[in-house]
């Protein structure tokens, strides 16, 4: 499946917090940039194989 999501990362000294708005309790963190947006990627594709063909459309995705 692919669609294009919104990806919000912010970094401080103790790390990287990523989140996707579009995606309600999508959240993530990891030592850098790179490892969180690399666990949000994983969040994501696991938070949008739960949801239903109707839901997906909402997002433009298109199941493969």
Request: glycine residues 6%; charged residues 30%.
């Amino acid at each position: 499946m692919t669609c294009k999501l919104t990806a919000i990362i912010e970094q401080d000294k103790d790390g990287a917090f990523a989140y996707c708005p579009e995606l309600k309790g999508c959240h993530t963190q990891g030592e850098t940039v790179e490892e969180a947006l690399a666990n949000l990627r994983e969040a994501a594709e696991l938070y949008l194989e739960t949801l239903e063909r109707s839901e997906l459309r909402r997002f433009g995705a298109t199941p493969l």
